[in-house]
């Protein structure tokens, strides 16, 4: 009989990551300190894992996953299933044919833990008592806490406002792994403070967060920042998905005509697309990027040296922002609500290698609920943007008549952001502003 899932057994796990930065077409932009001032750059690296440092900058193609994260990948749910949408490509009536590869399916609910385990790993080796970083919807946060758990590290964690009481489960979550959960801006830092003064009902954002978590690392021995998205290293261990995927392709068959994910820092995308890097530049796909037009840095931001959080304390890094001062509105996504993005993933876009698009709140959610209710798995409002790019993909080879494969990172599963669908499709939402 024939089976959707396209799986792969335990010792298919990829045993390397993969970097590209050898592969670029040009060189990646530095990040550099602005004119005059303290080095950032000095005080970020004393707060921030050396193993992780050396990865930001490392030149080698591939690098050995320790033996113990591949024990902790296959823990996780690694491999994860390639799966074909024959439901969802009935119901659109294309000639396409679609495949979503189930980062949802992992313990965590999204892609991940990829990279917190990873990461956990080397802190711990380094001999930190515990880590500091800031979430999003919260997918981040709970995967950094079950890291900690694994690893017996302590674990704050620095969520925006909006999120922090859209979402108390995946608060809760990351309480049971013995997480503690900040609202951000927080009154208990000099930036959190600074962005409350200016604007009493700020929301907070991924960056308010990390303005946040910068200073509670800076300020706490022992402690040590994690970044969950746009990093050099987060994208290297996020790349198990492309290799993964690039294997089970190949066992199905099929070429790629176009890889789909959805943005925020740039991790899921990252992880899912470099692989596929050198037929990117050989132009046999495509790469897509669905934003949110609630912060549309790719198709609406400027191409800039710009720090990565409100208070200023990142060093510059080069890529499409909106602005530090940009204050994304109170909408249910929350994983996709940042001024800037990944200098990686920003470069990719800048040479024309990565086609973007960005989609209202309203149309990515009804998209959504017909994935649901054709496929019956659930999304998260983050996937939901992927999914209505490969509606609109697979549209398009219904109006040209042809075949097309459209393969999308699936990152994560929608069973915590119920208030979202509610909110959205059942008309009680008082944050819907798109
Ligand atoms: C389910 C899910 N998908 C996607 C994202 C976007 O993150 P990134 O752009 O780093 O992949 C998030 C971020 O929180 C998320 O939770």
Not at 363 to 374: E, L, N, S
Not at 407 to 427: I, M, N, P, Q, T
Request: with cysteine; aromatic share 8%.
């Amino acid at each position: 009989m024939y089976s959707p899932h396209i799986r792969l057994d335990a010792k298919d796990v990829p045993r390397r990551w993969y970097n590209s930065r050898k592969d670029l077409p040009e060189e990646l932009p530095p990040p550099r300190d602005p004119e005059g001032t303290d080095s950032r750059i000095q005080k970020i690296r004393e707060i921030t894992p050396k193993t992780l440092q050396e990865q930001d900058v490392m030149e080698e193609r591939w690098l050995d996953i320790p033996e113990e994260i591949l024990e902790k990948y296959l823990v996780i749910g690694r491999p994860t299933p390639l799966y074909r949408a024959r439901n969802l490509e009935r119901y659109l009536d294309t000639p396409a044919r679609i495949y979503f590869k189930r980062e949802d399916l992992l313990c965590t609910g999204s892609f991940k833990p990829n990279t917190s385990l990873a990461q956990a790993y080397y802190v711990k080796k380094e001999g930190y008592k515990g880590v500091v970083t800031q979430t999003g919807a919260g997918q981040w946060g709970t995967s950094v806490a079950l890291a900690c758990a694994q690893y017996g590290l302590s674990c704050t964690v620095f969520m925006p406002e909006v999120s922090f009481n859209q979402k108390p489960y995946r608060r809760i979550h990351s309480q049971i792994f013995g997480a503690e959960f900040l609202p951000s801006p927080s009154r208990h830092t000099k930036s959190g403070r600074a962005l409350l003064e200016k604007m009493p009902d700020h929301p907070g954002s991924v960056n308010s967060g990390i303005s946040d978590a910068l200073e509670f690392a800076m300020e706490n021995e022992g402690i040590c920042y994690l970044n969950g998205s746009n990093a050099m290293h987060t994208l290297l261990h996020n790349t198990v998905i492309g290799l993964e995927t690039e294997v089970q392709l190949k066992l199905a068959g099929e070429k790629p005509d176009v890889l789909i994910a959805c943005v925020g820092g740039g991790s899921n995308l990252g992880g899912f697309m470099m692989p596929f890097l050198k037929d990117r530049l050989q132009n046999k796909l495509r790469f897509l990027a669905v934003e949110s037009t609630a912060a549309p840095r790719l198709t609406q931001g400027t191409y800039r040296y710009e720090h990565g959080d409100p208070g200023k304390l990142t060093p510059l890094n080069k890529a499409y922002t909106l602005g530090t001062d940009f204050v994304p509105p109170r909408m249910h996504v929350g994983g996709l609500r940042q001024h800037g993005g990944s200098p990686l993933v920003s470069l990719l876009r800048h040479l024309g290698y990565l086609e973007a698009v960005a989609y209202e709140q309203s149309d990515v959610f009804a998209c959504g609920r017909i994935f649901t209710k054709v496929e019956g798995i659930l999304p998260a409002p983050e996937t939901c943007h992927a999914i209505k790019g490969v509606f609109h993909e697979a549209y398009e080879a219904k109006e040209e008549g042809k075949e097309r494969v459209i393969v999308a990172c699936f990152s994560g599963h929608g069973f915590l952001d119920l208030e979202g669908y509610e909110a959205v499709l059942f008309g009680n939402d008082q944050n819907n502003q798109n």
